[in-house]
């Protein structure tokens, strides 16, 4: 159970209390591992997807990893700054912008399976294979019961 103290109103919601200290828990554990490839949370994902297709447009990427478009640009841009890849411009439509990596881009691979193997064995740790099997499907499962109802909307707009 919790480690630390939980706070009475989270009662309301214990799962999404669980769910919210496992994800905080998970991104720092990542970030760490990610700082030491001098990269940022968010761009492994980016790295990942041009990896299993390199040349994919802004806008593919930015549905494929479901971040907002300021983030991925964001990303990108320092990327690009880090020598990861390039865009440019597509033939077909100047205004749309094409991605691709760089041979250092490509070389990260294997240091970005390897932190993604030993997230997953840090994780399951305690679990048996059934458990973290179990897991992973109430783990899409929420994910989905979440993304199909409409967000409430902003009555300041």
Known sequence: MPTTSTPSTAG?????YAIFQLARAHRARAAAMLREMNLHPGQELLLMQLLDRDG???SELLD???LDHSTVSK???RMQDAGLLIREPAEHDRRVMVVHLTDEGRALREPISAM???LEETSARDLSAQQA???VRIAYAITDAINSRPLPQDESA
């Open 12 to 16: 309301e919601g214990p799962m999404s």
């Open 64 to 66: 494929s990893v479901g």
């Open 56 to 58: 994919q447009t802004q």
């Open 75 to 77: 990303s990108l841009r």
């Open 116 to 118: 993604w193997r030993a």
């Open 133 to 135: 099997e179990s897991f």
